[in-house]
């Protein structure tokens, strides 16, 4: 069901008889803007959808989605830039909508804590190293049960041989070592431990999930005016007024004020500045000879250092291996320029599979998230201290300004679904706050 927009508004993306984009002009005004279509703008709108207000989702891209991203690295390749995985799939709320869109669900365990062929970290090994991440965790939690907040490293049993591969976890799980993560934040985050994936690809089904909206696209906001009675957008693409407002941008935006409110809000700036994007990335490289490898198999580029890659080989069977990198090493290897994740992974995995396996790797695709202007970076974490901020973030402004994105959700930030609930709850907010000024 396309969302309602008000007659005096007309539809802003549509296709030629060729089928290329064409750019319409923006309407002067609407009830409800949101800014971003990601999946938190995307949550809002499917929200506001039977509210009789007039909607209008902005966005700076040329595409809906922003850190959900589905590429086709070669024929028959999928390749999620972004998000991946369902996380704590049986409370996921994009579980349902891609049942709903008819896109296939795998139910095919992550194969995180394995190691295929037992590849330089033997079976022994890997259990003694579980069982130190496992007590890490439980101190930090027992830790953040008594009150008070302090950075996670100082949970680390301090000697332990297996800290900085803990670390390692870290920079995948935050995008960050662990000095940067807050025990409070970490506590709170709801994992069930179930991780589906879709076949097609998380940014596929994000694509599926905004078709019916009403977009915006090549929209970059720069300044939201909240001074008069009805808000200001300025844009790339010329200023509208809007009643309400839902801002959706990453943090990282916020806090370099990429987007600028006036009057200032140094409250939200200081909040998003507490909850920062960590650096996350992931790279696809072709496999030719795919048999030698396990279908879903698992392979950790080192054990004793932080300055690692985790390789998913083979995933859904295709003739592929997708690397994932974080934290420090991640921002150094976006540093370094385009390639320099896939020749780091060709390294590692030529160091664990034998030298044979350089000629069989080929680099297809890699992701730089913290170079990207309108992500910055990954996915956000609390900072020590600062594990109140997502709800200083997520509070609405003189009942006109309100706000999501996954750094917004209480309980399932740093994800998709997380965000997806969180523009949900911002729309919920504006349905029962019943008062439009037009
Ligand atoms: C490498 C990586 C792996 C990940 N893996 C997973 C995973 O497996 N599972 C999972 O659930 N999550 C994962 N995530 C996190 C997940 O992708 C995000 O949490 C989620 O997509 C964020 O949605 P959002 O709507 O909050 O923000 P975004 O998706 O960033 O959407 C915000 C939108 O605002 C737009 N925007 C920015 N500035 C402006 C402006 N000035 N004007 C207009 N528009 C603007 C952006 O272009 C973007 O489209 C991963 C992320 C990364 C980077």
Redesign the pocket.
């Known amino acids: 069901m396309p969302h309602r927009v008000r007659d005096t508004i007309p539809p802003l993306t549509k296709r030629s008889a060729h089928g290329e984009s064409l750019i319409m002009s923006l309407p002067s005004a609407v009830d409800v803007a949101i800014?971003?279509?990601?999946?938190?703008?995307l949550g809002a709108a499917h929200a506001l959808e039977n509210s009789g207000l007039s909607v209008i989702v902005?966005?700076?891209?040329d595409r809906v989605?922003?850190?959900?991203h589905t590429i086709l690295a070669a024929p028959g390749i999928a390749f999620d830039?972004?998000?991946?995985?369902l996380?704590s799939a049986d409370k996921n709320s994009f579980v349902g909508i891609a049942k709903q869109l008819k896109f296939e669900i795998d139910k095919t365990r992550p194969p995180w804590r394995e190691q295929s062929f037992d590849s330089g970290f033997p079976l022994s090994e890997r259990q003694d190293f579980i069982a130190a991440l496992d007590a890490f965790y439980d101190r930090a939690e027992e830790a953040a049960q008594r009150g008070g907040d302090d950075m996670a490293s100082r949970y680390l049993e301090p000697g332990n041989r297996w800290n900085p591969m803990i670390h390692a976890i870290s920079t995948f799980v935050n995008g960050c070592e662990l000095d940067q993560v807050s025990i409070q934040d970490m506590a709170a985050y709801e994992d069930t431990e179930i991780n589906w994936r879709v076949r097609r690809g998380?940014g596929a089904l994000m694509t599926a999930y905004g078709a019916p909206c009403p977009l915006a696209l090549n929209?970059?906001?720069?300044l939201i005016d909240h001074s008069g009675p009805r808000v200001r957008i300025e844009t790339s693409r010329g200023t509208l007024a809007a009643s309400k407002v839902i801002v959706?941008?990453?943090t990282n935006?916020i806090a370099d004020e990429?987007?600028r409110f006036h009057p200032a809000l140094p409250a939200k700036v200081e909040a998003a500045r507490g909850l920062p994007l960590g650096v996350?990335?992931?790279v696809m490289l072709a496999l030719e000879d795919p048999k030698a490898l396990p279908k879903d198999g698992n392979l950790r580029g080192a054990t004793m250092r932080t300055a690692m890659g985790s390789f998913h080989l083979r995933p859904f069977g295709q003739p592929c291996i997708e690397g994932f990198f974080g934290g420090t090493f991640a921002r150094e290897l976006e540093d370094a320029g385009d390639g320099a994740f896939a020749a780091e992974s060709i390294d590692q995995i030529v160091a664990l599979l034998g030298s044979d396996f350089r000629r069989k790797l080929k680099p297809l695709a890699e992701?730089r998230?913290a170079h990207d202007p309108?992500?910055r970076g990954?996915?956000s974490h609390a900072l020590p201290g600062h594990a109140g901020d997502r709800a200083v973030l997520a509070a609405p402004v003189d009942g006109r300004l309100f706000f999501a994105?996954?750094a917004t959700c209480p309980n399932f930030f740093?994800?998709?679904?997380?965000?997806r609930d969180s523009g949900e709850r911002a729309a919920q907010e504006i349905i029962a706050a019943k008062s439009i000024t037009r």
């Open positions: 800014i971003g279509a990601g999946a938190a703008g902005l966005e700076a891209r989605g922003g850190r959900a830039l972004g998000c991946g995985w996380h998380y929209t970059e906001v720069t959706t941008v990453p935006l990429a987007i996350d990335d992931k992701s998230w309108f992500a990954a996915y994105g996954e740093s994800t998709a679904h997380g965000a």
